[in-house]
């Protein structure tokens, strides 16, 4: 490897370690993962803003995000109602909605989901068809929605807002005197901080990448990108070669005996391109193996079985198996992830290895047809 590709290569990742280790401290929402699950995101600032809510504030937190988040100065406290997973006429479901009178402002939150396809523009023709308006769009940086969600509407019909813009509505929240939920809305607010800072990462690369028209640093970047496809699937097959010798040390208790799982590559399951490997019980008399390590059409991983009646997946996303509050995602690994593949922590290991242990131990498959349910 060229110097100026090791270079380019040191500098990524000072910025890598500085955006993950932004925050270690003890924080609710950190730890029930809030940052995958939107729904639960917007749950709780949906509680807030309710007028009616059990904060007993009033409007108070509503009128406030009118003025730090949605930058609208017109608020009728008495004609003011918020609607959250709110079902449009053509099926989809708005993350919020907020009423104020006859004016409506819809409120599309995206953390780590990708858009859907049109999603903006039914969102908008579904409130705003024969009226103008806005479809608001908050984002951890504030950035602007994929063409394929906005399709042939005017992005001016969008306002892009920030987690930067929900920090600043809480702790103007906070600073009343009277407002006795403080604690929880400071750490809701490190919180939405943190994401913030995360993801402005890619961001800050991209300039180090670009400074001063560093030729070599650009060349160096292209090359890199050149091997993306041959970097990821690297990183998959020493995964799963790590991930075999945890689930072949695992043991479990059969009529008073112990035995260890059956672990190997689903070479012979080449019809299958999803799944990498097999799994099954030493003392497993019937046909076909127990579940699963499969990589789906997203690159998530997965473990289950597939039925023998049925052409679906049973089973549970490998994306929900949580290790220190990160989930696992190889279609952007992520330092994690790559620090559970490469990384000398025998603690996280073992983490990893008990995450794994109680995923496999809560497999129980039917006698009838062999499919396998997650408790």
């Keep these: 490897m060229d110097n100026n590709t090791v270079g380019l290569l040191d500098r990524i990742k000072e910025i890598n370690h500085h955006y993950f280790n932004v925050s270690n401290d003890f924080n609710i929402f950190k730890i ?11 749950k709780f600032i949906g509680s807030l803003l309710d007028p009616a809510g059990l904060h007993e504030a009033g409007s108070l937190p509503l009128e406030l995000f009118f003025k730090y988040v949605l930058g609208v100065d017109k608020f009728s406290p008495s004609l003011s109602r918020v609607e959250l997973e709110e079902l ?3 099926g989809r479901r708005v993350d919020m909605v907020i009423y104020n009178g006859s004016d409506v402002y819809p409120i599309e939150v995206k953390i780590s989901a990708r858009d859907g396809k049109l999603q903006l523009s039914d969102y908008y023709d579904n409130y705003f068809k024969n009226k103008e308006g806005k479809i608001y769009y908050l984002t951890p940086t504030g950035r602007k929605p994929s063409k394929s969600s ?10 892009c807002i920030s987690f930067g813009d929900l920090c600043r509505w809480l ?9 006795a939920h403080k604690d929880i809305c400071r750490q809701f607010s490190l919180f939405a901080n943190d994401i913030k800072e995360r993801y402005k990462m890619p961001a800050e690369v991209l300039n ?7 030729i070599e640093n650009i060349a160096a970047a292209i090359a890199i990108i050149g091997e993306k496809d041959n970097i990821l699937k690297k990183i998959e097959d020493d995964f799963l070669h790590k991930l075999k010798k945890i689930i072949e040390s695992i043991e479990y208790t059969y009529d ?39 990589i789906d059409e997203n690159l998530y ?12 997946w049973v089973g549970s996303e490998w994306a929900y198996v949580l290790v220190d509050g990160q989930r696992f995602n190889f279609k952007y690994p992520g330092y994690n992830a790559v ?17 794994i242990e109680n995923l496999l131990n809560n497999i129980s498959y039917s006698e009838n047809c062999g499919e396998s349910d997650m408790v």
């Design 32 to 42: 029930l993962t809030l940052e995958h699950r939107e729904t639960y995101f917007c």
């Design 88 to 90: 449009t006429q053509n």
């Design 150 to 159: 906005i399709g042939d509407m005017d992005i001016s019909s969008v306002r």
């Design 171 to 179: 702790d103007a929240l906070c600073e009343y005197e009277n407002f």
């Design 208 to 214: 180090k990448i670009f400074d001063k028209n560093d």
């Design 256 to 294: 008073n005996k112990k035995f260890r799982y059956i672990c190997d590559y689903a070479s012979d399951l080449s019809e299958d391109k999803f799944r990498r490997l097999k799994i099954n019980k030493a003392d497993n008399d019937r046909e076909g193996d127990l579940c699963y390590v499969c």
């Design 301 to 312: 991983m997965a473990l289950g079985s597939l039925a023998e009646k049925n052409t679906g």
């Design 339 to 355: 620090k559970f593949v490469y990384g000398k922590d025998n603690d996280f290991d073992d983490k990893m290895k008990k995450a």
